[in-house]
């Protein structure tokens, strides 16, 4: 592949990371960035194709723009959603085409992307195309249809929000590894002290089932009922936990008679969890099944 199509699949992983960033769905993402796509083929095609100078630079601008207006759209609907409502999860080994993957800062973790839900869309977008694509607030303000300095206001008010409610990342990724492992065998062992020893005593569980499987409508929080919680699963059938990477970081794979059943996002500080983000509407872990089948 040569000429534009290819310059387009080299940024095609970072267009998607910036799509799913703002919207923490990888089907719109992949929908907003094939209509940002066409519309560039369109520009490219009319007589004025040749002012498009930063081809990088329009499709990103682009991109942001069509997911604002998707995520503006979106927000009723997770409103109404069943349950609490956790992003798909992105995991490197579903997308072995490396034309599919996504391009993820480590920031966006679960965790994260639930804390820039409770962001308004225009906050979410200047926060995340300023602090972490490195987007300049007039190219922001492109995006985002308001003036740099507004946009400037609004990733400052989305900043403050993020520092007060977002995990920090200063975990080592290897001693995130050793806390997950732990967990799993916690998890799938008949000692519940060993699992409250790694639970943070503010820990708090979300399960996405979106109405569509069994999972709790409101999150769980405290180290005792998360425990609890965690060990009642094994009633519903035989499961086992397989290590991946969700998100950029350590977390599970948990089937349930062979089949997925959910996946499972942690969150580690101090040397235990935090939070335990787990997403178990099929909807969402269809992506990670049909990679699995393809294998």
């Known amino acids: 592949m040569t000429g534009p199509d290819a310059g387009f699949?080299?940024?095609?992983?970072r267009l998607l990371g910036v799509a799913y960033s703002l919207l923490g769905s990888l089907d719109e993402a992949e929908d907003v960035v094939q209509d940002a796509w066409l519309r560039l083929r369109a520009a490219?095609?009319?007589?004025?194709?040749?002012?498009i100078a930063d081809v990088t630079g329009w499709l990103v601008v682009t991109v942001s723009r069509l997911a604002l207006d998707v995520l503006r759209s979106a927000r009723h609907r997770r409103e109404e959603y069943v349950g609490p409502w956790l992003?798909?999860?992105v995991l490197t080994a579903a997308a072995p085409d490396p034309a599919e993957r996504v391009t993820l800062d480590e920031s966006m973790s679960m965790a994260m992307?639930?804390?820039?839900?409770?962001?308004?869309p225009a906050e979410r977008t200047a926060f995340v195309l300023h602090d972490v694509f490195g987007l300049t607030f007039a190219e922001v303000g492109a995006a985002v249809g308001r003036s740099p300095a507004a946009c400037r206001q609004l990733a400052a008010r989305a900043r403050a929000h993020v520092a007060s409610?977002?995990?920090r990342f200063d975990v080592d990724p290897s001693e995130h590894r050793r806390v997950v492992d732990a967990f799993?065998?916690?998890c799938l062992g008949d000692d519940i002290d060993a699992l409250l020893a790694l639970l943070d005593p503010d820990v708090v569980l979300r399960s996405d089932g979106g109405g569509r499987v069994r999972a709790g409508r409101r999150p769980v929080r405290g180290a005792a009922k998360?425990?609890?919680l965690l060990f009642g699963i094994r009633r519903f059938g035989s499961h086992r936990l397989v290590p991946a990477t969700v998100n950029g970081w350590p977390g599970l794979l948990r089937y349930r008679d062979g089949r997925l059943a959910a996946v499972i996002g942690l969150t580690v500080a101090g040397g235990r969890v935090t939070a335990v983000d787990m997403v178990l509407n099929p909807d969402k872990l269809a992506r990670v099944t049909r990679a699995e089948e393809t294998r």
Not at 9 to 13: E, G, K, N
Not at 44 to 51: L, R, S, V
């Open 9 to 13: 699949q080299a940024l095609r992983p």
């Open 44 to 51: 490219k095609a009319g007589e004025d194709g040749d002012e």
């Open 87 to 89: 992003p798909e999860p």
């Open 184 to 186: 799993a065998r916690a």
């Open 165 to 167: 409610r977002a995990p």
């Open 113 to 120: 992307l639930v804390v820039l839900e409770s962001l308004s």
């Open 226 to 228: 998360v425990a609890r």
